[in-house]
């Protein structure tokens, strides 16, 4: 899963490119605008949850249990009476924390074994570089479900997991980047004015190799969301009574037959989800590629 | 007067798949404080890495100073440890690079990064590093430097550049700046203006200092002395006025008469030097410079020369007595 986000990014100079130019390219960007448009939803959705709400979403309505879409609920209620279209909007919450909290995790973890291997080289290098081949190994999902099932199901668990699995592709970016950052005459201008090791690769390095890491982190996020979705359809997500897409989908899934939508519309919340943070990636990754520039007119 | 600098028959070797190659080997030359010093040479003959290996920055692998010594304020920098070596560098010994455009990071401003030894190296506040790079900027003319210490590497031309990473250099107030190649990459009138600056600047701090550069002219105003080198030797060495009235070595005056001069008339003819310098791999044996060389003799492929003074403070590695 993650070779696919390394490849996508091969190491290269980070472009000296303002800020705003690089604004401005990605909302030039269409589907990077469709992305960009669809996160602001959700992000909007996950922090005004209790007011865009209609229903509290654990408040059962025994009246109407399964129903499908109605005036009263919009989306039609769950197999215990629960307004849908209320757990989906307290949804976006786990998803987007899930999501977010993890990435940050491996993008953490990534860059500093990532840097620490580009900067030493040699024997390290060797060494952590094998490491990581090994954990790119491991498959994801049976990972997920036997560390989930050791350290007992929850949220933070699956951050955890997810943390510890993710940077791999992380560390690979960023040691391709330092490799070519270090050989640079301001890396050498700065040991040869006495900085020191730590200094160069937190004041040098990793500030001019992060670039590609904005890019790796926004595809990855839609990656962890659909994860957790995936976790969550095994039970070792959230926890009831939270709402949670992935365990929506799993319990609609039983009624598929009564009332699709119960099942429908969170895993479309997914899609959306993951959809919108690869356009943003798309987008970001031509925004700050000036090469690509302009490109991203034509899709 | 002791000398500042004393290196003692310094040998730098790089192991490199294909072999050996003695980058430097047996380099010998001194410096007083406050003097100028030039070495002189084609691309590759072993000034930049003499000059990397003062403040061993060689990359290890595949570098390695082997042999020689590198006296400075009476210490064996080679000796050092790592540690001890970083508060010389940026500190007692500072050097200004060739690629103005890269020398500098990209995504620091300009005050942070002329702040960066004096933080580095005298323990400052951030605050009052920045208020010594703007008096350094100012130093070295940058106008409105109060303002400019918050631009980006970006927002500056070359010239600026190079100026900044002089301020760089002379932050803590070194002893010994060395400048590899200070002015290659700029106008030539910026180049005039670097040069005064920084021979006005070491003049007024008493720093002395090692340009290396393969112009000839740059080292004709700017240098007390000069050593010229050829495959990882130093061929001929003397005062600036001796090298430049009476160049004794065949290939320091082969040098001098491929530099077009104004003063001349269009008809006389450049005499290049023949052939192209020598592959560090394969250095021809005795003196490496004999294949080329159009007063070779015998001895010339057989004993490598040592050097030899043929005047005072004038010294040259040939067996011939050529003269121009």
Redesign the interface.
Known sequence: MTDAITDQIEPRR?P?VGFRAVLRAIIKHKLSRVGIIIIIMLVSMAAFAPWLAPYDPNKQDLYHVLSGPSMEHWLGTDNVGRDLLSRIIYGARVSLMVGVLSTLLSATIGSLIGLVAGYKGGVVDMVVMRITDTFMCIPWLVFVLVLAAALGPGLINIIITLGALGWTGFARIIRGQVLMVRE???V?????????GR?IMF??LL??SVAPIIVASSITLGLFIMVESAAAFFGLGAQPPTASWGKALRTGYAYLEIVPLFSIAPGAMITLAVLAFNFLGDGLRDALDPRLRGEGEKL | MSALLDVKNLQTYFITDDGLVKAVDGVSFDLREGETLGLVGESGCGKSVTALSILRLIPNPPGKIVGGEILFEGRDLIKLSEDEIRAVRGNRIAMIFQEPMTSLNPVLTIGRQVSEPIIVHRNTSKEEALKESIKLLTSVKIPAAETRVKAYPHHFSGGMRQRAMIAMGLGCNPKLIIADEPTTALDVTIQAQLLELMKNLTRDYGTALIIITHNLGVVARYADRVNVMYAGRIVEKGTARSIYGDPRHPYTIGLMASVPRLDQDTKTKLVPIEGQPPDLLYVPPGCAFHPRCIYASDKCPQVVPELRAVDANHEIACWENVKK
């Open positions: 980070a000296r640079l005459p301001y050498e201008a700065a040991r040869a004015s006495g900085a020191t200094r004041k040098h500030p001019n």
